[in-house]
């Protein structure tokens, strides 16, 4: 069944830009993709590093804009980094990135290029009523390879059971693995522009093209 999601009124109300794009799919998860990772270093990897140069990494357009909702929803995005500068910073120090499978590896690759955050869930594991809203008071989820995560004014996305994921740092109850068979990725945009509509785009290529993704739904809200 198709996923519903909303944006919380009051996100809207703070940051009226902010948009989500939205994919699901069927796939078979692998452990990794060696074109994508070819495509990725010799490609994206010099964009990456010539961005950085042309603008300094808090000044990348869609990084810029993110920092900004953040600040508007009470959170420093110099201690909370947007997940799509952590990945590009790691870029630019030389220290490359993590392996994880084909579906998380495609997922960086669509952040990196596009300078947003961007999640991938196991749509199996969450509900089909979804909404993208400010952290409430106190709230904390167990992150993927961390302790309980902060997510208290993050932009985070919930369902019936409490926050599943953020534009920072996603929770362990609905991450890929390889017995993952139907996937929901989301790029969270706060920019004012068109590059969400791009992003789009090259995003449904690249999860078709590298993580074999399957019977594609494509939305933005």
Partial sequence: ?????????????????????CFQYKVQVGKKNEEMWKYLKKDI??????????????????IKASRQAYKAFGKDPSRYRVSSEALIRRIGQGKGLYEVNTVVDTNNLISIQSGFSVGSYDAGRISDELTFRIGRKGETYKGIGK????????????????????STSDSERAMITEQTVEVLTLIYSFSD?????????????????????????CWII
């Fill in 45 to 62: 990897f010099k964009k990456v590093k010539d961005d950085i140069f042309d603008y300094g990494i808090n000044e990348i357009p869609n």
């Fill in 147 to 166: 302790d309980e995560v902060n997510i208290e004014g993050l932009p985070v996305l919930a369902d019936e059971s409490g926050a599943v994921g953020s």
């Fill in 1 to 21: 069944m198709t996923k519903h999601l909303q944006i919380d009124r009051v996100m809207k109300a703070l940051w009226p830009a902010a948009r989500v794009g």
């Fill in 193 to 217: 522009n068109q590059d969400l509509e791009k992003a789009m785009d090259y995003g449904k290529e690249y999860l078709e093209k590298y993580a074999g993704a399957q019977d594609i739904q």
